[in-house]
């Protein structure tokens, strides 16, 4: 079974005047070689698979530098290893951008987050720094109205010391009339006793005409004594 060889557009170089357009003829190509799947597909000019497989570093500038350096009309030029080139850098640098795209939005929702995050911490501090503002406000509250009870607890005591001490001098005094009263009723109680026991000794023994002053003279006597 054969197979017509294939029809090639190819571009007739020519003196063309300014305004005018040079007419594509189509030419057949000769029948080729079995050829590698990149070399015809880039025209009969070899390929390095590696270098079209392998990506560089994704760069801006060199994704436009590559961008520039394409034809503006596509339509009627071969395709070539350059152009496969050009276009295996803008696939890559399409997925850097895809790539850096995803990031910038892991990186925004990771900044939205961290906002939210720092924004509840800064309300739980202010409700921190709110309530501790209470408790120094009621503490120093505290500590007024503690100076004020020592303060009239100091004044209650002075008042009490001040109206207790002549109270304590009043019933000194009526102590010492008291006890100098008990002394004097039990002196004389005891020399009542006395004498009523020496009369009843004399009365006894028969004795008489003994004065009460003797029987006096003698108990002071009897007390002198050691």
Do not use: W
Request: aromatic letters at 6%; a negative charge; proline letters at 7%.
């Amino acid at each position: 079974m054969t197979t017509e060889p294939p029809v090639v557009l190819v571009m007739v170089p020519a003196e063309v005047a300014p305004g005018e357009t040079h007419p594509v003829v189509n030419v057949k190509a000769p029948n080729p070689e079995p050829e590698s799947p990149s070399v015809a597909s880039s025209g009969g000019d070899p390929v390095n698979d590696a270098s079209c497989t392998s990506a560089s570093p994704f760069s801006y500038a060199e994704l436009e530098d590559k961008l520039k350096q394409i034809p503006p009309s596509l339509t009627s030029i071969m395709p070539s290893a350059k152009m496969f080139e050009m276009v295996e850098s803008l696939v890559s640098g399409l997925r850097g951008m895809a790539n850096q795209y995803d990031l910038f939005t892991d990186l925004l929702r990771t900044t939205d987050y961290m906002k939210t995050f720092a924004t509840r911490r800064k309300d739980a501090e202010d409700q921190l720094r709110l309530r501790l503002a209470e408790a120094e406000a009621s503490l120093s509250t505290v500590r007024e109205d503690n100076e004020a009870l020592r303060a009239k607890l100091a004044e209650a005591k002075d008042r009490e010391e001040s109206s207790i001490a002549p109270q304590k001098e009043e019933l000194e005094r009526e102590f010492a009339a008291e006890r100098e009263e008990l002394e004097a009723d039990y002196q004389k109680q005891v020399d009542d006793t006395f004498i009523f026991g020496y009369r009843c000794c004399m009365k006894k023994n028969g004795i008489k005409g003994m004065s009460l002053q003797f029987l006096r003279v003698k108990r002071r006597n009897f007390k002198a004594a050691p």
